[in-house]
């Protein structure tokens, strides 16, 4: 059996069931045109053969790193075939089968830390939520000139990526605006080292926020890490499993892990003064340095979005409680929380927000244990490059 082409053709049956699960595929287009030919399938039917590549990993003569990555990768495949056939999976062992990780409840503790460091850092009178609304509002991107922002922060990022990392040639990234998406940005590769990134204009764009919304979709985050190893390990490695990048598998938490490192993967400590800088020359008043610290302040915050999905499809928590615990701890309006409540409460993406939240976190502990002296950048490029997953990310914590 050609385990490889079979996980692929796995893969692709997966999308007929749940439009989107493919987020990328560049391989032979005969294989998906196969797979358009055949009867819808089964879930029961994924799940077997799944289990049945699991079964022949030990024996299929592949070199370490890519059973590795093929047992975590069909793992998580057969886990999703049993909840599309209605299965009762709980929600901590769904993230665990998809992402590698388990998850727990966050602390509240910490999120009122964060609150008061926050509440330190604001200024005006009023309560936390007030200033913190109001201090957002001075920070918003006019609409009329988010395409126009999107695309000078791309190339400032783009030409940081081009000389730390390297780009291949001819790579490009095309950007959209569009509405009615339960995402703030979203990569679309289209191979042959080509994205379409699109930038959902329903709620408003933070200046601050901006930068890292760009460096995760494109420079350094998913559309370099794509067309990285679409050149090595599909290119000059000849490893097709690459081909096809899937909804819910431990991949996503390190393509997210690292996307979300962006900006300190690039511009680092002072990433504030930077975008300062960047919106002077746009005519557009930002303060870096504030930002900055506000960043740092609210850090950890962002676990009380896993909280909400556990409260949710955990705890039986309703609707409206989600909400309320939204915008109690992250302290947002009633519209942006209802936003993220439509994105836990997606069928496909209901799981997905560990991979951010868990994602970062893992990856972060494990580039601030780089060996000393080794820059940052060294240590990145392998999340760029190699088919790392999360537990091999872990047992190299460890040792």
């Given at each position: 059996m050609d385990v490889v082409r079979e996980y692929v053709l796995l893969g692709l049956r997966f999308d007929r069931l749940s439009e989107g699960f493919v987020?990328?595929?560049?391989?032979?287009?005969?294989?998906?045109?196969?797979?358009?030919?055949?009867?819808?399938?089964?879930?029961?039917?994924?799940?077997?053969?799944?289990?049945?590549?699991?079964?022949?990993?030990?024996?299929?003569?592949?070199?370490?790193?890519?059973?590795?990555?093929?047992?975590?990768?069909?793992?998580?495949?057969?886990?999703?075939?049993?909840?599309?056939?209605?299965?009762?999976?709980?929600?901590?062992?769904e993230v665990e089968a998809y992402f590698g990780v388990r998850i727990s409840l966050g602390d509240p503790a910490d999120y009122a830390a964060a609150h008061a460091r926050l509440d330190a850092l604001l200024p005006g009178s009023g309560d936390l939520a007030t200033r913190y609304a109001a201090y957002r509002a001075t920070d918003e991107c006019p609409p009329e000139r988010l395409e126009a922002i999107v695309r000078e922060l791309s190339g400032a990022l783009r030409e940081r990526v081009r000389t730390g990392y390297g780009l291949p040639e001819g790579e490009t990234v095309e950007y959209q605006i569009v509405t009615d998406q339960p995402w703030?940005?979203?990569?679309?590769?289209?191979?042959?080292?080509?994205?379409?990134?699109?930038?959902?204009?329903?709620?408003?764009h933070r200046l601050s926020q901006l930068p890292h919304l760009v460096a995760h979709e494109s420079y350094p985050g998913h559309h370099t890490e794509h067309c990285r190893k679409e050149?090595?390990?599909?290119?000059?490695?000849?490893?097709?499993?690459?081909?096809?990048?899937?909804?819910?598998?431990?991949?996503?938490?390190?393509?997210?892990?690292?996307?979300?490192?962006?900006?300190?993967?690039?511009?680092?400590?002072?990433?504030?003064?930077?975008?300062?800088?960047?919106?002077?020359?746009?005519?557009?008043?930002?303060?870096?340095?504030?930002?900055?610290?506000?960043?740092?302040?609210?850090?950890?915050?962002?676990?009380?979005?896993?909280?909400?999905?556990?409260?949710?499809?955990?705890?039986?928590?309703?609707?409206d409680e989600v909400v309320e615990f939204l915008r109690r701890w992250m302290l947002v309006p009633e519209k942006r929380a209802r936003q993220s409540l439509r994105f836990l409460s997606h069928p496909l993406w209901r799981a997905y927000t560990s991979t951010y939240v868990e994602g970062y976190r893992l990856l972060s502990d494990w580039l601030a244990a780089r060996p000393a002296g080794q820059p940052v950048g060294e240590r990145f490029v392998r999340l760029l490059d190699e088919p790392l997953t999360p537990s091999r990310l872990t047992a190299e914590l460890a040792a």
């Open positions: 987020d990328a595929y560049t391989g032979d287009p005969a294989l998906r045109r196969q797979v358009d030919d055949e009867p819808r399938p089964l879930p029961a039917a994924l799940g077997a053969q799944a289990r049945s590549l699991l079964a022949e990993l030990p024996a299929s003569g592949l070199a370490a790193d890519r059973v590795d990555f093929l047992r975590a990768q069909l793992t998580g495949l057969e886990c999703s075939a049993r909840k599309l056939a209605g299965d009762d999976v709980s929600f901590v062992d703030s940005g979203f990569n679309y590769y289209l191979g042959g080292m080509r994205s379409r990134v699109a930038i959902n204009a329903d709620l408003p050149r090595g390990l599909v290119g000059a490695g000849g490893r097709l499993e690459h081909t096809v990048f899937l909804v819910n598998t431990p991949e996503c938490l390190v393509a997210e892990g690292l996307a979300d490192l962006g900006i300190p993967a690039t511009v680092g400590a002072g990433w504030g003064p930077w975008a300062q800088e960047l919106y002077a020359d746009l005519r557009l008043p930002f303060d870096g340095h504030l930002a900055e610290q506000v960043s740092v302040a609210v850090h950890g915050l962002d676990r009380a979005r896993q909280d909400a999905a556990l409260l949710l499809h955990d705890r039986g928590r309703s609707a």
